[in-house]
């Protein structure tokens, strides 16, 4: 028994160091959705579609960077392909208000696009004198892969270490067994009541449990700190 608990202990502390790590992991060079430098004419704009629709991953941040050489700004507006027609018509169009500005040399931000819509992303130099050049880098730089991995990865670390810690030393008195199991749970989960019932379990006198009760308070604590970084992390 004691070999089957730390073997699916190991695989799943392995699993889920796997899993924790991959939502972290930033797209590779060909994430680079455009890598443009261009010159608008005074009086003009400059549009770039996503060519394709979609063509956008779902739910992965655009990173969005561009600069106007010198001191010189420009209008930058994001639409969709029925509000650019009309905007390109003289027409009333309307625009989405992130990342658009009215006037900006340089932004650097990241945007969620849409999908199943074809996207124009517009340098306007309507009211310009002069020729502007503008070098821009668009890129997925974010995780590719929902943040909720990361989160059932960090489960399985901690489901794996309770498993182990279990494994290694299971009680010897059935008054505690699921008073024990019930802790690891909790501990696993980085839940207060881990923390509680790993504190109960210090008090008693079996030497047994006082074991269980070290291991459920150092995971417990431990799990705690770690999703309340990671919720941290993933909110910035």
């Given amino acids: 028994m004691k070999k089957t608990l730390l073997a699916i202990g190991i695989i799943a502390a392995i699993a889920g160091v796997l899993l924790s790590v991959i939502p972290f992991i930033k797209v590779p060079d060909s994430s680079v959705w455009l890598n443009e430098a261009f010159s608008i004419p005074a009086g003009r704009n400059y549009p770039i579609t996503t060519r394709s629709s979609p063509s956008f991953p779902s ?17 930058f507006r994001v639409m969709n392909e029925q509000n650019y027609q009309k905007y390109n018509s003289s027409q009333p169009f309307e625009y989405c208000v992130e990342p658009s500005r009215p006037s900006i040399s340089r932004l650097d931000m990241r945007w969620v696009p849409p999908v199943n819509e074809k996207i124009y992303f517009v340098w306007d130099n309507s009211q310009g004198h002069i020729s502007k050049s503008v070098s821009a880098y668009f890129s997925f730089d974010g995780p590719v892969i929902p943040p909720i991995w990361s989160t059932l990865g960090l489960l399985l670390v ?20 699921t008073f024990i199991r019930t802790g690891y749970v909790f501990a696993t989960l980085g839940g207060i009541i881990g923390l509680i019932l790993g504190l109960e379990l210090l008090r008693k006198d079996n030497s047994e449990d006082k074991v269980h009760g070290k291991a459920i308070l150092a995971i417990g604590a431990i799990a705690l700190s770690t999703h309340l970084l990671q919720f941290l992390i993933l909110s910035l």
């Avoid at 941040?61 to 001191?71: K, S, Y």
């Avoid at 489901?159 to 008195?173: A, D, E």
Wanted: aromatic content about 8%.
């Fill in 59 to 75: 739910g992965v941040p655009l990173h969005i960077t561009f600069e106007v050489a010198g001191t010189d700004s420009v209008v």
């Fill in 158 to 177: 901690f489901g794996g270490l309770s498993t182990i810690s279990y494994g290694t030393r299971p009680p010897t008195t059935s008054s505690s067994l």
